[in-house]
């Protein structure tokens, strides 16, 4: 390629490259829930049972007491859903939506971290009963 036509293709780049806003609602791939409380900043890394991930945006976190919460992240988190593993570190005994996670990769038997996600809103909820099990 000349150095013209390098040039010419830069700007190309740049916007092929650009994130796309869109005006559309983020649709989960995760279960049917209902919100049953107000959205908290923190929950206690002592109380989570298990981390589901849903999608490259969502994770439910299951808690001691059958209490779950969906935490929704603000942008998508590449290989997230793939993966379906993320670590964190925090120096708190809560994970609050000000920290990042990390995605897990294994790379030649080896796990190391991915990319780096901020968490969004933990949002209290309960997943939606299937209408054919009333």
Known sequence: MN???LIAFLPLLAVA?????SNEEFVTKGPP????GEPVSCIPIT?????LVRDDRTIDFE?????????TLPQSCPSLGFREAFTYSTSISQ????????????????????????LGKFVP?????DEAED
């Open 3 to 5: 150095r013209f036509s």
């Open 17 to 21: 490259c650009a994130p796309v806003e």
């Open 33 to 36: 829930v209902k919100v049953v």
């Open 47 to 51: 109380q989570i049972r298990q981390s």
């Open 63 to 71: 808690m001691a007491g059958r209490k779950v919460y969906r935490n």
């Open 95 to 118: 994970l609050c939506n000000t920290e990042i996670i990390y995605v897990l990769e294994n790379v030649g038997g080896q796990m190391r971290r991915g990319a780096g996600c901020g």
């Open 125 to 129: 909820v309960e997943y939606a009963k």
